[in-house]
């Protein structure tokens, strides 16, 4: 009887432990489990231009020929932009103080800018020079690290302009199931000034976060829990012991058999 009570409380204490692992893993958890829930978006930052970041500019008009002196360093291959086998630059690169240096228009500030908002102040300068210019802007080098504890950490170029940071983590393959949810780092470099934010992905609070669109270098550190080092370092203490029993055998033989 004493035995059959001792195993039932192992029992109830590893369910208590499998149910209290498991509540850490759902996303959203404080988010409504029925019905449609709504809210406003409020903390949508449209992504600015900065320094270092490098700009595919691509003007057409009526007369075609006459825009291809912006496009001089671009081709583009199925809508995307490719380097030219001749000229191994391609956009152009916004410098310290914010600005790019264009045909015919000289030394432009755009940094601060949205892309829409570049492209029109082009436009309107180009009508100058030629008839209905139309100006396509994207930033090719807009980019995120994403390491940790996720299935592929990698360094992702993104197309989309306002990529969330569960956006980001979906390409990455997601998190693990040993990550840390309630303890995601967010490294954000602006301004000459390094910041370093965590995110809760358990909370539904996390969609109203300024930090939940991504900005271009933004860094996102999945950080692992206790039961990940807690496998690998059992695994490590399981080849030092069969590692160590090897080697006592083979002292035993070899004595055994001098």
């Known amino acids: 009887m004493q035995n059959i009570r001792t195993y039932a409380v192992m029992l109830i204490a590893i369910f208590l432990s499998s149910c209290s ?15 449609e829930v709504r809210q406003p978006v409020s903390n949508e930052s449209p992504l600015t231009i900065s320094p270092s ?11 075609p020929e006459t825009a291809t002196i912006f496009n001089y360093n671009l081709n583009t291959v199925s809508g995307a932009y490719a380097v030219t086998p001749d000229n191994p630059v391609i956009g152009y690169r916004v410098d310290e103080e914010g600005r790019i240096h264009l045909p015919l228009i000289g030394k432009l500030m755009v940094q601060g800018l949205t892309t829409t908002q570049l492209r029109d102040n082009m436009t309107k300068a180009l009508s100058a020079y030629y ?8 930033i090719i ?9 996720v299935l592929k950490p ?3 170029t993104l197309e989309n ?13 997601d998190l693990n199931i040993t990550a840390m949810r309630k303890n995601v780092l967010l490294i954000r470099t602006e301004k000459g000034e390094r910041k ?7 909370s539904k609070n996390i969609f109203n976060s300024p930090y939940f669109y991504l900005k271009n270098n933004d860094e996102i550190y ?28 083979a002292i035993v033989l070899s004595n055994i058999y001098r």
């Open 161 to 173: 302009e306002r990529t969330t940071v569960t956006q980001a983590l979906s390409l990455a393959g």
């Open 196 to 202: 370093m934010v965590r995110l809760d992905l358990t």
């Open 141 to 149: 080098n807009f980019k995120v690290a994403i390491y940790g504890d």
């Open 53 to 63: 970041d490098l700009l595919a500019i691509n003007a057409t008009s009526k007369n």
């Open 222 to 249: 999945v950080q692992p829990d206790r039961t990940k080092f807690a496998t690998v370092d059992r695994g490590y203490r399981t080849a030092s012991l069969v590692l160590s029993g090897l080697s006592i055998i």
């Open 131 to 138: 008839k209905d210019p139309v100006v396509n802007i994207r």
């Open 154 to 156: 990698d360094m992702y």
């Open 21 to 35: 692992s498991y509540q850490q893993i759902p996303y959203y958890q404080d988010l409504s489990q029925s019905g």
